[in-house]
């Protein structure tokens, strides 16, 4: 009588379930039919196959490190106690689901939907502001029980005292009955906009504080003889002679800068990636003769992480805080963001440099569709002689007004 020889599977260990990264379906080997799943994306989930009144099945235990290797062993032969007791898990499960509350489904939706949200500042205000907000309201109501009218009355309390997180609260509650439709938990969802008939908010939009463009050398003036560290000063001045946003600068990397045709003001460029960009596309920036002499300060400032205008700690950009309260502190009543504004008002009042030149100097769509469709080009040329009239006007004496556009007989 021939005797088989096939060697029984390993049972899995905690480190190997944390560190594999390889596709690919791991045996544990202890008997209950479990397996962990590693798909080519690198996420893992526990499966378990077991044989339920004559059929085979495949039920799902989660996914590391949500449920831990002990875990779902543990899962796994509670899973087989019951179907040797005649009873079926898989209806278990679906009973034990129907009943759980809002704030459980809502832990449970937050712990898959978590990894994909690419700002951990987003990950964590998902369930505080659901902690604030919501779970005080229906959180212990069973997710199928919840209303419509429940849900309405909490966002409306939640606009009253904070009316940007009210939005967002909406699709947040919205997500956790998605998730529950998707698992079987519930049938309908009563937080969509037709369900909930929010009122429409009667708030008027608050623009960033701006210094008339008059005062912005003056503000300059004073930057510098503050006592800030040098690459906020740095980092200041160059937010304003490029009209760029806060975090396009904080985060500009060296590798963005093109010098290839030297370091000259007529060459120089710096390309900020589209993922940075507002717009989602590449964006050039011209550079003045002032902007490349604060690069060059930028130099000595490096810590080697790449960063241009690097933090007090190693490899992390200025915070965003740390440039407004310097403008604050030094009696400035006025948002770092504004300063686009006062370069905006001045290209207006002070120049002859057509419109869509200064809005795509801000990294602006102009025209509907249609006309951006056709109008690929990014007006570069004419920018960059914007940009240095900006940095002319910027260095003159305070209080001196100087004209300044595109020279006489250029294109417009």
Not at 380 to 391: F, G, I, Q, T
């Amino acid at each position: 009588m021939a005797v088989s020889l096939a060697r029984k599977p390993k049972a899995l260990t905690a480190a190997f379930v944390n560190t594999v990264t390889i596709a690919g379906k791991y045996h544990d080997g202890k008997g209950l039919g479990l397996f962990l799943f590693v798909k080519p994306s690198g996420a893992k989930s526990w499966v378990q196959r077991i044989v339920i009144r004559g059929k085979r099945r495949e039920l799902g235990l989660g996914s590391p490190p949500v449920v831990t290797l002990a875990e779902a062993r543990e899962q796994a032969l509670e899973n087989k106690r019951c179907v040797r007791s005649s009873g079926d898990p898989l209806a278990e499960r679906r009973k034990s689901r129907a009943f759980l509350t809002f704030e459980e489904v809502a832990r449970k939706a937050h712990a898959e939907y978590a990894p994909t949200l690419k700002n951990p500042k987003d990950r964590a205000a998902y369930l505080t502001s659901m902690e604030t907000y919501i779970f005080p309201h229906f959180g212990s109501v069973a997710l199928p029980e919840v209303t419509s009218a429940e849900v309405r009355r909490a966002i409306l309390l939640a606009r009253e005292k904070a009316p940007g997180v009210a939005k967002k609260l909406i699709y947040r509650v919205s997500s956790v009955f998605r998730w529950g439709i998707a698992e079987g938990m519930c049938l309908s969802n009563p937080a969509t906009g037709d369900a909930l008939a929010l009122p429409r908010e009667n708030r008027t939009s608050q623009h960033r504080k701006a210094l008339p463009y008059a005062e912005v050398s003056g503000c300059i003036k004073t930057i510098k003889a503050s006592n800030a560290g040098g690459t906020t000063k740095l980092a200041l001045e160059f937010i304003i002679l490029t009209a760029t946003r806060s975090g396009e600068t904080r985060g500009a990397c060296w590798e963005e800068f093109d010098f290839s045709g030297g370091d000259d003001a007529a060459t120089a460029t710096w390309v900020i990636p589209k993922e940075r960009v507002k717009m989602k596309r590449d964006h050039r920036v011209p550079l003045s003769g002032r902007a490349l002499e604060l690069l060059r300060e930028a130099k000595g400032y490096s810590d080697g992480s790449g960063l241009v205008f690097p933090g007090t700690k190693v490899g992390r950009a200025l915070s965003d805080m740390t440039l407004s309260k310097l403008v604050r502190e030094l009696g400035f009543d006025a948002h770092v963001h504004g300063f686009r504004t006062s370069f905006r008002t001045w290209a207006q009042e002070k120049t002859d440099f057509p419109r869509e030149v200064a809005e795509a100097a801000l990294a602006h769509k102009v025209g509907d569709a249609v006309e951006q469709a056709y109008a690929r080009s990014d007006l570069y040329e004419k920018r960059r002689m914007m940009m240095e009239s900006w940095a002319s006007y910027l260095a003159e004496p305070v209080g001196l007004v100087v004209p300044v556009g595109p020279p006489q007989g250029a294109k417009k």
